[in-house]
C-alpha cells in the first residue's frame, strides 16, 4: 500500500485509524480504532499494561453512552465489564 501523500492514519495491521485520542487521554495509548462512523468511535487503548475499551459518540449516541455507562457503573455481575470513567461535554460522551 503506497501512503505516500495520504493524510490517513493507519497501524501497523492497515487498520484505519481516523484520529487521535482527545487530549483529556493523553496518558493512554492508542492501540487500534475498532469501530469508526459519524456518530460513534470504538478504539482498544492501554495504560500502565491493562488494555481498555473507550467508546466516543456524538449526538444519539452521546446520550446513549451516558445510559451505557451508569448501567455499567451499577452492575456487580463478574462476567459483564466495568466501567472504569465517564466524560461528557455539550458535542460528545
Do not use: H, W
Not at 45 to 52: M, N, Q, R
Not at 63 to 88: G, H, M, N, T, W
Amino acid at each position: 500500500m503506497n501512503m505516500s501523500g495520504d493524510d490517513n492514519i493507519f497501524n501497523i495491521n492497515n487498520v484505519y485509524q481516523p484520529d487521535v485520542l482527545p487530549e483529556y487521554f493523553a496518558e493512554y495509548s492508542q492501540l487500534s480504532c475498532l469501530k469508526y462512523s459519524e456518530d460513534i468511535r470504538v478504539y482498544l487503548i492501554e495504560k500502565d499494561g491493562s488494555k481498555y475499551i473507550l467508546k466516543r459518540g456524538a449526538g444519539d449516541m452521546r446520550d446513549i453512552l451516558a445510559d451505557e455507562y451508569k448501567r455499567l457503573k451499577e452492575s456487580d455481575f463478574s462476567f459483564i465489564p466495568k466501567a472504569v470513567d465517564f466524560f461528557q461535554t455539550e458535542d460528545e460522551s
